[in-house]
């Protein structure tokens, strides 16, 4: 068992890259025992999801006038969020019960969190008149 869960645990560094270097860092596994570490990368995570929440009040605020478009941004959001859940809680499962369970599931959310983070910087971001942006510049 700690043999699987030492490979899952490198498994995740891994996969979850750049987007959690800064937690890396910030929570700086040595020494931490493993219910620090645990919430560690869980106020990484709330950090990320505050960031995403601004973000999206910015975009909804750029909506108000265009309320089919807002409610489209509120559909794909809660189907984010639906995902979001779905998927950390199945990338974890092989980790269920362990004590390293939160610290997993936290970087999960914390790496899907980031890249949502990213989609909505470039809604934010793109051109006026771009095919593909239906967040109308600031």
């Not at 009040?57 to 108000?64: M, S, Y």
């Not at 984010?80 to 950390?88: G, I």
């Not at 199945?90 to 914390?110: E, K, P």
Request: proline share 1%.
């Amino acid at each position: 068992m700690r043999g699987a869960l030492c490979c899952v645990l490198v498994a995740f560094s891994l996969i979850a890259g750049a987007s959690i270097a800064q937690a890396d860092e910030d929570c700086d596994a040595r020494g931490l025992s493993q219910a620090e570490l645990n919430d560690c990368y869980g106020d990484a995570y709330k950090k990320a999801d505050a960031e995403l929440n601004v973000l999206y009040r910015q975009i909804t605020d750029r909506l108000k006038d265009d309320k089919e478009t807002a409610g489209l941004l509120v559909a794909a959001e809660r189907a984010w969020v639906a995902f979001r859940d779905a998927e950390c809680n199945f990338s974890v499962s092989a980790v269920a019960g362990a004590a390293a369970y939160g610290m997993i599931h936290a970087i999960c959310l914390h790496r899907l969190t980031g890249k949502r983070i990213d989609d909505l910087k470039n809604y934010l971001d793109c051109q006026q008149g771009a095919l593909d942006c239906p967040v109308p510049a600031k």
